[in-house]
């Protein structure tokens, strides 16, 4: 076989496989001028702001590179970049709500770029479109402790948005991934459930609970303080959390409605 033949093979499958749909992923699409995250079943996708994963998937404990962040050719504009911002912490799954984690660690990480999400959110971080406007990405996921030792299984939670700097496109809504690390696929199946019914679905009438446990009060105004002049603490819609936020967190003190 000719070195020009295998050239033009290998060729083909890198692009492939940067096109494919992922049954898992979190697909990317544009929506009345926003990011919108769905889930793929089969060949369609229906929209969705909650995703499973599961630690050791790919054999490595307490690590996955799924899921995915898929954009098919042509849905952003060649030249920008796409990438994700924590909106809040790290939190544990108790079987009845979201508490805020202590020793646990997410890293998020990409060759060299690193997002380390504890009880506060983190910075996120943006890799490059590709040339066919296409965004098809694996980050890795690694779940560790720092200043003591893991649980020796845990359900975990964290919110983020997507975005784009084309300066055009809007941030998507925000999305949650709920991570099992060695628990059951009932329990698991039940914490999604749980952030599908109090987050997703009922969270936007709650805004400043930011830990998502039904009310608003010290932690969700320590996180807000955390990210403070970010993203992660934004009330309002404005891009970056402000006194506007601080006063929408106080005029909301107590049980979420």
């Known amino acids: 076989m000719s070195r020009t033949l295998l050239a033009a093979l290998a060729a083909g499958f890198i692009a492939s496989a940067?096109?494919?749909?992922?049954?898992?992923?979190?697909?990317?699409?544009?929506?009345?001028g926003a990011i919108r995250t769905s889930?793929?079943?089969?060949?369609?996708?229906?929209?969705?702001?909650?995703?499973?994963?599961?630690?050791?998937?790919?054999?490595?404990?307490?690590?996955t590179s799924n899921p995915g962040f898929e954009a098919l050719p042509g849905t952003f504009a060649p030249g920008s970049r796409t990438g994700f911002t924590p909106r809040s912490g790290l939190a544990r799954f108790t079987g009845a709500g979201l508490e805020s984690v202590t020793v646990e660690r997410l890293e998020i990480k990409f060759l060299t770029l690193v997002s380390v999400i504890g009880a506060q959110p983190a910075a996120g971080f943006d890799l490059a479109v590709?040339?066919?406007?296409?965004?098809?990405?694996?980050?890795?996921?690694?779940?560790?402790?720092?200043?003591?030792k893991l649980p020796s299984s845990?359900?975990?939670v964290v919110e983020m948005e997507v975005y784009s700097n084309?300066?055009?496109?809007?941030?998507?809504?925000?999305?949650?991934?709920?991570?099992?690390?060695?628990?059951?696929?009932?329990?698991?199946?039940?914490?999604i459930a749980w952030v599908a019914d109090n987050l997703a679905s009922g969270g936007a009438s709650c805004p400043a609970d930011l830990d998502g446990n039904g009310d608003v009060g010290a932690p969700d105004l320590a996180t807000l303080l955390a990210a403070w002049g970010t993203a992660g603490g934004d009330l309002g819609g404005d891009g970056f959390t402000d006194a506007a936020d601080l006063a929408a967190l106080l005029a909301s003190w107590g049980a979420c409605p």
Do not use: K
Not at 18 to 32: E, K, M, P, R, V
Not at 130 to 148: D, E, I, P, V, Y
């Open 18 to 32: 940067a096109t494919a749909q992922h049954a898992g992923d979190i697909n990317l699409s544009i929506a009345q």
């Open 39 to 63: 889930a793929l079943n089969g060949a369609a996708s229906t929209p969705e702001r909650v995703f499973g994963a599961t630690f050791g998937d790919t054999g490595v404990a307490r690590f």
């Open 130 to 148: 590709q040339s066919n406007g296409g965004w098809h990405r694996h980050l890795n996921f690694r779940l560790f402790a720092q200043g003591g």
């Open 154 to 156: 845990g359900i975990y």
């Open 166 to 191: 084309d300066g055009v496109t809007l941030p998507s809504e925000p999305l949650w991934i709920v991570f099992n690390d060695g628990q059951s696929l009932a329990e698991h199946d039940a914490a």
